[in-house]
């Protein structure tokens, strides 16, 4: 193997605590891996303000955004699109529900991370709130992985426990 | 060092042992790199789930259960990572020991498994028997925990599923523990407990393995003072969480649990890394200059 230490200095530009951020798959992208080419209709949902306590109230996790984010195969299964936002980091994933509402498959989107220790979470949010793939902040082009104290994906957990709620409660009665 | 240029390549993440863990391959087709990174994400999911400390059918859990009872048998991952663990306990002798979870339960990092008896406090890896036919024995109660060694495992287990599946490029980061193989060199920014004043601590490296720890992230207040996910072998006591170590070698197994030897015990570390071709890189905020320097050499 071959390694060496560098310090890369930071561009007098950033403003902002450097941030890492990449984009794994887009929507369309992550749709044709995980369907396979099959055809996928858009449902997007709006929560209502009741579905949104029964979630809450099931699944033990808040629901920052009401606007469900889906869409659905001839079989039955549902592609669904979500964001969680953690201490340091803000992470765009799609899940793969089959027919009976059971995770068949997850994928990350895109995936960034505040850089360094202490960040002004308000602020740091505020970067990327609202911003689709590959938000221009990045901390060097070339630098493609990152590595420091393990961030945990317990948001990514939740996440997915708000949407089988979300799916239980809302997407599975309606087809009935 | 050859500087190459990137190559067309492909990239997907997971959730996965605790962490988001990232798989990019080189070089091929997509359909292929599909099905490779499919592959190599299965072989991660397999040591998550022998190696949690949390679910209850795991290998640890049955041991953590059991084995201190009677003896428990395991999959041939777990002797393996067991088999390491022990190596390099035995190396640093106890500076890395598997033996902390009830440490850790104690401090409320991890949740109290389902276990026949508490930890016995004189416990230490010299407990935990590797017996014939891939069973495992308690010598005394403790609660294994691996989660300092098997991100690095289970990373070098998705290269070596990634080469079976003909890759010869590729890039696994589990959360900061990685492995690249090919001919490209990485570049990964290290990640420290302060945030960066005016640069970038950057590593380089080709076909190679790279690990980090700091006690940063999981830090809390315990007893009067800052306790982490790292417990010092030997004395039980908290590591310093303001330290970050990085440890460069061939394998991410050895790596991993390197960072925890040289957080621990940075004037016998050097003895350590040389006995295990590895090299680390510190960061204090305290240190002069970049806050940074180095402990052994690369081969």
Not at chain 1, 106 to 115: A, C, I, K, T
Not at chain 2, 98 to 108: F, M, N, Q
Not at chain 2, 119 to 148: C, K, M, N, Q, T
Not at chain 2, 196 to 215: K, M
Request: aromatic share 6%; with cysteine; proline share 5%.
């Amino acid at each position: 193997m071959k390694a060496r230490l560098l310090l890369i200095p930071l561009a007098p530009l950033a403003v902002c605590a450097p941030a890492y951020a990449v984009t794994y798959l887009t929507v369309e992208q992550a749709q044709s891996l995980m369907f396979d080419g099959s055809v996928l209709t858009r449902d997007v949902r709006t929560l209502s303000a009741a579905q949104v306590q029964a979630i809450e109230s099931d699944s033990g996790v808040k629901v920052m955004n009401p606007e469900l984010n889906a869409w659905r195969d001839a079989a039955g299964g549902w592609f669904i699109l979500d964001q969680v936002i953690g201490k340091h980091e803000l992470i765009n994933y799609a899940v793969a529900l089959d027919a009976k509402g059971t995770v068949r498959q997850l994928e990350v989107l895109d995936y960034h991370e505040s850089y360094g220790g202490e960040v002004h979470l308000p602020a740091w949010r505020r970067q990327f709130v609202g911003k689709q793939h590959g938000s221009t902040l990045q901390l060097n082009a070339d630098i493609k992985n990152i590595s420091g104290a393990t961030l945990s994906c317990g948001h990514i957990t939740d996440g997915v426990r708000r949407l089988l709620a979300t799916y239980a409660l809302v997407l599975a009665p309606a087809e009935h | 060092m050859r500087w190459c240029s990137p190559q067309p390549s492909i990239e997907r993440a997971r959730p996965l042992l605790g962490t988001c863990v990232a798989i990019r391959v080189r070089g091929t087709s997509p359909a292929a790199a599909h099905q490779a990174i499919d592959l190599a994400f299965a072989a991660i999911a397999e040591i998550h789930r022998l190696m949690s400390f949390q679910a209850a059918t795991s290998d640890v859990s049955r041991i953590n259960r059991d084995a201190a009872h009677a003896p428990v048998t395991v999959h041939p991952h777990t002797v393996r990572v067991l088999e390491w663990a022990a190596r390099i306990a035995q190396l640093s002798e106890g500076l890395f020991d598997a033996s902390i979870g009830g440490r850790l339960v104690e401090w409320g990092i991890l949740a109290a498994p389902d276990s026949r008896q508490a930890p016995d406090a004189r416990a230490s890896f010299r407990d935990i028997e590797l017996l014939h036919g891939r069973r495992v024995s308690l010598l005394r109660p403790l609660w294994l925990d691996l989660s300092g060694i098997a991100k690095g495992y289970a990373v070098d287990r998705a290269i070596a599923v990634l080469r079976r599946c003909g890759i010869a490029s590729a890039c696994v980061n589990a959360g900061g523990d990685l492995r690249t193989v090919g001919p490209v060199t990485e570049q990964v920014a290290l990640r420290t407990a302060e945030a960066p004043r005016d640069a970038i601590p950057t590593v380089e490296i080709r076909d190679g393995a790279l690990a980090t720890s700091c006690g940063a992230d999981t830090r809390r207040r315990h007893g009067g003072g800052w306790v982490s996910a790292h417990v010092a072998g030997r004395s039980g006591e908290a590591v310093n969480t303001a330290t970050t170590v990085s440890v460069l070698t061939k394998r991410c197994v050895v790596a991993d649990a390197l960072t925890k030897v040289v957080l621990n015990n940075q004037a016998e570390a050097p003895r350590i890394l040389r006995r295990l071709n590895a090299a680390a890189y510190i960061h204090h905020p305290d240190y002069p200059g970049s806050g940074w320097k180095a402990l052994g050499e690369l081969p």
